[in-house]
């Protein structure tokens, strides 16, 4: 892959092995004395915010006029999303350009953890089976999902160039399926790869905002208990209805990317229900499995 082709997101990620249509142009634009080039032109009408990838900390709002952050240039490896959506649209170039997700190559260093986090999870899930931490039974779909994410990344190699919106799905499904293997390899601490604020929905690259996020932990926590044996089938439709309620919720209380603090405080006492909840059914299922000898750490 060329050094061209490897300019974007550089700063994105380092060291860790922790979409809205548009136009292209090529005028620039003066603001003062900072010049920025158009590039990737988003919709004027439309609300964005920039965040720090590495934190997935707000930095401030984009204005799509001026193309600019806080009046200033928006700094390498940010990214800018769609407040109301939370869809990941652009990120920045070494030259200032916005560049669409769809055509921004991954880094080196995204491919390189993303290299490394497949190998790592495949020695991993091996040395749980001759240690007796998996039974083959539980290993058996964790490797089924491995395989399929290690298909994604061929082809995604097949043209030569893995794009970030190509790449984003790669990670967040390594993300997820370290989380799946983590209950059964105690001690292990694996980094994300890909900042826990970023997810994916009906194929589109999201920020969650407070309130999202808190429902994605809370169901990655339900998925996570269910492959350590710690919930039951049951128990897993239950909690997951609940969590799709809270989702109608946020939609339903949203209005211009906001939600006000009544209906936040609405959806603040649903979260707690369910995590009260999920806190019950994983002390009886613990409970059932210490009388019959099997551990419940």
Do not use: W
């Not at 669409?100 to 899930?125: F, G, K």
Request: avoid cysteine; hydrophobic fraction near 40%; aromatic fraction near 6%.
């Amino acid at each position: 892959m060329s050094n061209l082709k490897l300019m974007v997101f550089a700063s994105i990620l380092a060291g860790s092995v922790s979409l809205g249509g548009a136009a292209f142009a090529d005028t620039t634009t003066t603001v003062s004395t900072t010049t920025v080039s158009s590039g990737y032109v988003l919709p004027q009408t439309g609300t964005y915010v920039v965040v720090d990838p590495l934190t997935g900390e707000l930095r401030g709002s984009f204005d799509p006029i001026t193309r600019l952050l806080n009046g200033q240039p928006i700094p390498v490896g940010y990214v800018v999303t769609d407040k109301l959506t939370g869809h990941l649209l652009a990120t920045v170039d070494s030259s200032g350009n916005l560049v669409s997700i769809t055509s921004a190559p991954a880094t080196t260093v995204l491919i390189t953890s993303i290299d490394t986090r497949r190998a790592q999870l495949a020695q991993m899930i091996t040395d749980a089976l001759t240690r007796g931490l998996l039974t083959a039974d539980q290993a058996a779909p964790l490797r089924v999902e491995l395989d399929r994410l290690n298909g994604l990344y061929v082809t995604a190699q097949a043209d030569g160039t893995v794009t970030f919106s190509e790449a984003f799905p790669i990670a967040y499904g390594l993300n997820s399926l370290s989380e799946q293997l983590s209950p059964f390899v105690h001690g292990a601490v694996v980094t994300p790869i890909i900042g826990q604020r970023f997810y994916l929905q009906d194929n589109y690259i999201v920020y969650a905002d407070d309130v999202a996020f808190r429902r994605i932990k809370l169901q990655r926590r339900v998925d996570d208990e269910y492959s350590a044996g710690r919930l039951s089938a049951k128990q897993v439709e239950a909690l997951k209805k609940d969590l799709n309620d809270i989702a109608y919720m946020e939609t339903r209380y949203t209005h211009r990317g906001v939600i006000n603090s009544a209906n936040r405080k609405r959806i603040e006492k649903k979260f707690d229900v369910v995590k009260l909840d999920l806190d019950k059914d994983v002390a009886m299922i613990n409970s059932k499995r210490a009388k019959i000898g099997i551990r419940v750490d």
